[in-house]
Antibody, heavy 122, light 108 residues
Framework: EVQVLESGGGLVQPGRSLRLSCVAS????????MAWVRQAPGKGLEWVSG????????YYTDSVKGRFTTSRDNSKNTLYLQMNSLRVEDTAVYYC???????????????WGKGTTVIVSS | EIVLTQSPGTLSLSPGERATLSCRAS???????LAWYQQKPGQPPRLLIF???RRATGIPDRFSGSGSGTDFTLTVSRLEPEDFAVYYC??????????FGQGTKVEI
């Protein structure tokens, strides 16, 4: 079964850092682009970042550029989101999602994890 | 950035009725790079439709997508009790940023 499972969420103070992980199983991880999508409490979905299968192409939404870093370790079937300088408005459930192919072209999210909750509060 | 506007915000219907959800883009989405997702409370989104009209694996044929350019529609032909949820459209035209609509809640 194709699955992705996020971890690493928690309560963190504004300005601090947190690293999320997403472990993939049931598919050849290195052959697929991946994404992070978040959902603030009671709000809609917001795409955060995308990374190609090799990790050579990475994109971010404007609000996290310079603060968040997406990476992947294909030998460990794991996707990461390093979040620095966290803000209250980063509070959300963060989902890891798989794309349909290797590139960040024609990319939609076809398999989603259950999400991990990040709360930024003093 | 392409802005997606979904309407209506809330759709109040009964089981067995037909649901028609709209997603309008601020600029043309070529190659029909439009997807639809269903989300129930406490659950992650589930892919229903990609490429504007292609059903994802395992999705019942009562769900159908149509449209092109700037206007897209998700239709649920006969609502089942499990279909009451929030529905989002996503555009993945060209390179990022990819954007979601604000969602349509289908309620009883």
């Amino acid at each position: 079964e194709v699955q992705v499972l996020e971890s690493g969420g928690g309560l963190v103070q504004p300005g601090r850092s947190l690293r999320l992980s997403c472990v993939a199983s049931g598919f050849s991880f290195s052959n697929f682009a991946m994404a992070w999508v978040r959902q603030a409490p009671g709000k809609g979905l917001e795409w955060v970042s995308g990374i190609s299968g090799s990790g050579g192409s990475i994109y971010y939404t404007d609000s996290v550029k310079g603060r968040f870093t997406t990476s992947r370790d294909n030998s460990k079937n794991t996707l990461y989101l390093q979040m620095n300088s966290l803000r209250v408005e980063d509070t959300a459930v963060y989902y890891c999602a798989k794309g349909p192919g290797y590139l960040l072209i024609s990319f939609y999210m076809d398999v989603w994890g259950k999400g991990t909750t990040v709360i930024v509060s003093s | 950035e392409i802005v997606l506007t979904q309407s209506p915000g809330t759709l109040s219907l009964s089981p067995g009725e037909r649901a028609t959800l709209s997603c309008r883009a601020s600029q043309s989405i070529t190659s029909s790079h439009l997807a639809w997702y269903q989300q129930k409370p406490g659950q992650p989104p589930r892919l229903l439709i990609f490429g504007a009209s292609r059903r994802a694996t395992g999705i019942p044929d009562r769900f159908s997508g149509s449209g092109s350019g700037t206007d897209f529609t998700l239709t649920v032909s006969r609502l089942e009790p499990e279909d009451f949820a929030v529905y989002y459209c996503l555009q993945y035209h060209n390179s990022p940023p990819w954007t979601f609509g604000q969602g349509t809640k289908v309620e009883i």
